[in-house]
């Protein structure tokens, strides 16, 4: 087994391993450095130390030192160019598992998604062939796709996720401010087939943390989840909140109400609203 020193340049390798201890260890994975995920060398430094990586589309920078920290295996040529489609773009955890928790989900915005992104093939849309339906046999595949079916039920039964989304008062930031914890959250606001209001809360997390912790709100009510993209049906965790949570007043994230949530790692969560 290798270790992610002994790359050469321009060779990628799939992370198998991340060693270390204590902050060192939970430094790599908050940087993205996880099990699964695709890494490739870009340089080194003039004497050989630092390297440059590009992890997740990104570029990182690792000592020797702590490369030798993280086992790998080489990908060859052919497997490095797939690492490029839709199905790698992801942070990932645990073999091909893809994590497909971006915020664009509940974002404002029409969404576009082209033929097998949803079952996560491997190679680029062609139009001189079909679907790859094959992919399906695979687990993880199978997963992804669940999850993308799901989403479009979120759309069909929710307005709040799409009706008049170019209008301003459809989109209200909660905390836009948390780079620390690297996560958002926002309310939607839509009128359902009812004419009635309709506000769904939203959190992303784009942190490899999973915590239960106090999520601060604006306003008094009832949360009740709707949508987790760490459901085990999607190939995630079950890091779920099964009831319904009523705001405390305690403050958090600036707010003077608060929620006690699960909040697994690389996740969206989505939340329907009732006003108090």
Not at 188 to 194: A, E, K, Q, W
């Given at each position: 087994?290798?270790?992610i ?7 990628s390798?799939r ?6 201890e ?11 450095v996880?099990p699964?995920?695709t890494?490739?060398?870009?340089k080194?430094?003039?004497?050989g130390?630092?390297?440059?990586l ?13 490369a030798e ?6 990908i ?9 489609s839709?199905?790698d773009k ?7 598992k893809?994590k ?7 974002h ?8 097998g992104?949803?079952?996560?093939e491997p190679?680029?849309?062609h139009?001189?062939?079909e679907?790859?339906w094959?992919l399906?046999d ?6 992804l796709?669940h999850?993308i079916a ?10 709040a ?15 836009s ?5 690297a996560?958002i959250?926002?309310y ?7 004419g009635k209001?309709?506000?769904?809360f939203v959190?992303?997390?784009f942190?490899n943390?999973?915590?239960i912790?106090q ?10 989840e709707?949508?987790n993209?760490?459901k085990?049906?999607?190939g995630?965790?079950?890091f ?7 705001v405390?007043?305690?403050k958090?994230?600036g707010?003077?109400?608060?929620i006690k949530?699960?909040?697994p ?5 989505l939340f329907?609203?009732t006003?108090e």
């Open positions: 087994m290798m270790t020193r002994d790359l050469q340049i321009g060779q390798a992370i198998e391993e991340v060693g270390g204590g902050a060192l260890r939970q430094h790599f994975l908050d940087m993205g996880i699964g995920a890494v490739t060398l870009v080194l430094a003039p004497m130390d630092p390297m440059e590009r992890i997740h589309g990104y570029e990182l920078t690792l000592r020797l030192a702590d920290k993280i086992t790998a295996t080489l060859e040529k052919k497997d490095a160019s797939e690492s490029d839709y199905q992801e942070p990932k955890q645990k073999s091909i893809n497909e928790k971006r915020q664009d989900i509940e404002p915005g029409r969404k576009l998604i082209f033929m992104q949803d079952l996560g190679d680029s849309w139009e001189s062939r679907v790859e094959y399906l695979n687990e993880n595949h199978a997963k796709q999850m799901d989403i479009h039920k979120l759309y069909l039964t929710n307005p996720l799409y009706a008049n989304d170019d209008e301003e008062m459809t989109f209200e930031w909660v905390d401010m948390n780079a620390k914890n996560r959250t926002f939607r606001h839509g009128i359902d087939s009812h209001k309709q506000t769904l959190l992303c997390n942190a943390v999973m915590k912790l999520i601060g709100v604006p306003k008094k009510g009832t949360y009740k709707i949508f993209t760490d085990e049906q999607y995630g965790t079950g779920v909140n099964p009831r319904a949570k009523k405390v007043e305690k958090a994230d707010h003077p109400y608060s949530m699960n909040m790692p690389l996740s969206v969560l329907s609203y006003e």
